[in-house]
């Protein structure tokens, strides 16, 4: 049981570049989320999948787009990147979108720097 | 807009020292409170759950109050260990949304 897993876990890209950030989770669970977080402040929602086949905007969806593949995958776009989008990037699984909201489940991350 | 509070940013004490770390929020319309600690270069890790309609949340060593009508929660952390060193932050669910504090880094010195 791997829990949730993130590929890759490093990234480096120029400017303008796009990128897919992988992950999937083995819990069976319907919601997944993507967050990015900067040094000094609170992780941010970028954007959700309450179930398969639904995704919805968090706080800070501009400049990424996310595709819910399946019950296990979520994966995050970057289609031109920018260097405001360094940051590191943080996938989560949770069982239960519906109040109360349920544990969320972590993976290790993906480090990314637009140069 | 709820907004989350840790404080301090960041704490250094002896190992075996009781210590609390601070969380406020603006809304105290929440459904619940998470605290989660994070390991460098690793994901994070639920430590505790307070149900919006709870007091408090015990595990192990571990135990979270929550006072919604001041907006505040804290967590205590009893005999800290080296082990504890990492930074820990609080969320709140806030419209089916996790809003969550900046964190604080937390070293325990041997």
């Known amino acids: 049981n791997a829990g949730v897993t993130q590929t890759p876990k490093f990234q480096v890209l120029k400017t303008g570049q796009s990128m897919t950030l992988q992950c999937a989770q083995d819990m069976n669970h319907n919601s997944m989320y993507w967050y990015r977080q900067d040094p000094g402040m609170g992780l941010r929602l970028i954007y959700y999948s309450a179930s398969e086949g639904t995704t919805d905007k968090g706080e800070v969806p501009n400049g990424y787009n996310v595709s819910r593949l399946n019950k296990r995958e979520f994966s995050l776009r970057l289609e031109s990147a920018a260097p405001s989008q360094t940051s590191v990037y943080f996938c989560?699984?949770?069982?239960?979108?519906?109040?109360?909201?349920?544990?969320?489940?972590f993976g290790p991350g993906t480090r990314l720097t637009v140069t | 807009k709820q907004e989350v509070t840790q404080i301090p940013a960041a704490l250094s004490v002896p190992e075996g020292e009781n210590l609390v770390l601070n969380c406020s929020f603006t809304d105290s319309a929440i459904y619940n409170l998470q605290w989660f600690r994070q390991d460098p270069g690793k994901g994070l890790t639920s430590l505790l759950l307070?149900?919006?309609s709870q007091r408090e949340q015990t595990s192990g060593r571990l135990n979270a109050s929550l006072d919604k009508s001041s907006g505040r929660s804290t967590l205590y952390i009893a005999a800290s260990q080296p082990g504890d060193s990492a930074t820990y932050l609080c969320a709140v669910d806030s419209n089916y949304q996790l809003i969550w504090g900046a964190g604080t880094k937390l070293i325990i010195k041997p």
């Open positions: 989560a699984s949770g069982s239960n979108i519906a109040a109360p909201w349920d544990e969320q489940y």
């Open positions: 307070i149900q919006s």
